[in-house]
């Protein structure tokens, strides 16, 4: 059920074969944990997902690999970041800047 509600969720997204597959090959306990986060955050599902999709165009553009688990500790990381807890910045709009300001570590 929550994997069929993160899948649904995908559908128009640019990468959304690429996150089909990713989000249907985690774990029943990765994919809680996501929604977890999800769910603590001032964020929807949607704004989660549209980040995802902006961090893979990211990715491609810069030549990069980073795995779903990866883009999900940075995105994490990014909210905490910007001590924004009212939710006044999109997810994607914060991601972006994070990108812009400190790249990617491996």
Not at 89 to 95: I, P, V
Request: net charge negative; aromatic share 10%.
């Amino acid at each position: 059920m929550m994997l069929e509600t993160i899948l649904d969720a995908i559908s128009g997204l640019e990468n959304e074969q690429i996150l089909r597959c990713e989000f249907s090959s985690e774990s029943p306990g990765w994919c809680q944990g996501f929604i977890r986060a999800v769910d603590q955050s001032p964020h929807s599902l949607q704004d989660w997902l549209k980040a995802h999709d902006a961090f893979l165009r990211w990715a491609k553009k810069n030549c990069r690999d980073i795995p779903l688990h990866r883009r999900q500790e940075y995105l994490c990381c990014a909210l905490e970041g910007m001590k924004d807890p009212a939710g006044n910045f999109s997810l994607e709009s914060t991601l972006l800047y994070f990108l812009e300001q400190n790249g990617v570590e491996y």
